[in-house]
């Protein structure tokens, strides 16, 4: 069995300053592990993904990620926030190969402050 | 098209009507999932197929959840006498093939059953 928390439901940050959004797993695989952004209004649109590879994943728009086994985390950080990055973020876990299911987190509301 | 398409993107239903969902995968996509995103909450999925064979149906809440994806193209999800819980939106989403691990999203369909 898989799931994901994420541990903040609502973060706000100001703009130009970091943002870090957290995600803890539980897999029973070796799990392959995604962030999700959904804009209001718009589909969901990856930013990163870890497959196994590197630990340190970079996506699009600045974000990045580390897989960290020994804490089972998969958090979400990027340098300085810009008011685009406003939306909801989801992390997700799979099993280790294509064609399987996401198991999604119950997301995170990103806010930016001007 | 260039990315996945859904149809429509807004339903209104009464308690008792059936509807039926469409999905356009992105051309040549092998894989196709649907997925149930209820108000708040990240997404849960209902089941998914592999060309015209449906190889999953462990997330499909109920016998009133019926999916189909005769010609391995277009999916059509189809909900008979439904229910207030049913409100939700449905996404759907393609994967190129087994080798591949990105999931791509439609816009989704707002189902409002009052």
């Known amino acids: 069995a898989q799931s994901v928390t994420q541990l903040d439901s609502h973060v706000s940050v100001s703009e130009g300053t970091p943002v870090l959004l957290r995600c803890n797993y539980s897999?029973?695989?070796?799990?392959?592990l995604f962030w999700y952004v959904q804009h209001p209004n718009k589909g969901l649109q990856l930013l990163l993904k870890?497959?196994?590879?590197?630990?340190l994943v970079k996506g699009i728009n600045g974000f990045e990620a580390e897989f960290k086994k020994s804490e089972t985390s998969f958090h979400l950080t990027k340098p300085s926030a810009h008011m685009s990055d406003a939306a909801e973020y989801f992390c997700?876990?799979?099993?280790?190969?294509?064609?399987?299911?996401?198991?999604f987190g119950k997301g995170t509301r990103l806010s930016v402050i001007a | 098209g260039a990315g996945v398409s859904q149809s429509p993107r807004y339903k209104v239903a009464k308690r008792g009507q059936d509807v039926a969902l469409r999905c356009d995968p992105i051309?040549?996509?092998?894989?196709l999932f649907w997925y149930q995103q209820a108000l708040g909450q990240g997404p849960e999925f209902l089941t998914y197929?592999?060309?015209?064979?449906?190889?999953?149906k462990s997330g499909l809440p109920s016998d009133r959840f019926f999916a189909e994806r005769p010609e391995g193209s277009v999916s059509t999800l189809k909900i008979q006498r439904t229910q207030q819980e049913d409100s939700a939106v449905y996404l759907c989403a393609t994967l190129r093939d087994q080798t591949d691990y990105e999931q791509y999203f439609g816009p989704g369909t707002r189902l409002t059953v009052t």
């Open positions: 870890y497959t196994s590879a590197a630990t």
């Open positions: 051309s040549g996509h092998v894989s």
């Open positions: 197929f592999q060309n015209e064979a449906q190889l999953d």
């Open positions: 997700v876990v799979s099993q280790n190969s294509g064609n399987t299911p996401l198991v």
């Open positions: 897999s029973s695989y070796s799990p392959s």
